[in-house]
T-cell receptor, first 110, second 118 residues
Framework: QKEVEQNSGPLSVPEGAIASLNCTYS??????FFWYRQYSGKSPELIMS????GDKEDGRFTAQLNKASQYVSLLIRDSQPSDSATYLC??????????FGSGTKLNVKP | DTGVSQDPRHKITKRGQNVTFRCDPI?????LYWYRQTLGQGPEFLTY????????KSRLLSDRFSAERPKGSFSTLEIQRTEQGDSAMYLC????????????????FGEGSWLTVV
């Protein structure tokens, strides 16, 4: 069983600030990592995937991966109130089975 | 693609009753997954199908739970003799095999089926 750990939050940031979300995982052989956003009462939706060490940018989102430290992060620049949601970190295992953390709740204050 | 669809979206049932959820995956996705999510937790893997074959079941899936995918298309998840602890959102997801599509590296969730056992 792959363990994925996240701080449950809530993380509160003012509108326009950078939100930083962190995740650690237990299985050193894990190769693929994902960030999902989940609004209250809705299903998770994929934001980003990252497979290589370093940074990957997509619009206001940047995913960072450090396999040596078993650490994944998500930065949201210019945070908007619409970014308020729970962010789930996931690790992919065999046959596309995904293992999720418990999520970090983000509140962006106008 | 019309996306993964689940039915019903909401179900309230009395303890001890049986419930069944249906999932229609994205067409031509041969992999189908069921997850369960309770409040404040991330989705937990329940079971996985490759075409019509159920290849893995989590230990979370007690004997009261059964899942089928008879023709390798839609899937059903049945819970018998429901208990209050079964109250959760049941998520279905699908994906192509990785070797069949570049997008095979991820899974696509349906909107979920909420179960409340009273």
């Amino acid at each position: 069983q792959k363990e994925v750990e996240q701080n449950s939050g809530p993380l509160s940031v003012p509108e326009g600030a950078i939100a930083s979300l962190n995740c650690t995982y237990s299985d050193r052989v894990s190769q693929s990592f994902f960030w999902y956003r989940q609004y209250s009462g809705k299903s998770p939706e994929l934001i980003m995937s990252i497979y290589s060490n370093g940074d990957k940018e997509d619009g206001r989102f940047t995913a960072q991966l450090n396999k040596a430290s078993q650490y994944v992060s998500l930065l949201i620049r210019d945070s908007q109130p619409s970014d308020s949601a729970t962010y789930l970190c996931a690790v992919r295992g065999d046959f596309n089975k995904f293992y999720f953390g418990s999520g970090t709740k983000l509140n962006v204050k106008p | 693609d019309t996306g993964v669809s689940q039915d019903p979206r909401h179900k309230i049932t009395k303890r001890g009753q049986n419930v069944t959820f249906r999932c229609d995956p994205i067409s031509e996705h041969n992999r189908l997954y069921w997850y369960r999510q309770t409040l404040g937790q991330g989705p937990e893997f329940l079971t996985y199908f490759q075409n019509e074959a159920q290849l893995e079941k989590s230990r979370l899936l007690s004997d009261r739970f059964s899942a089928e995918r008879p023709k390798g298309s839609f899937s059903t998840l049945e819970i018998q003799r429901t208990e209050q602890g079964d109250s959760a959102m049941y998520l279905c997801a699908s994906s192509p095999s990785r070797d069949r599509a570049p997008s095979g590296n991820t899974i696509y969730f349906g909107e979920g089926s909420w179960l409340t056992v009273v």
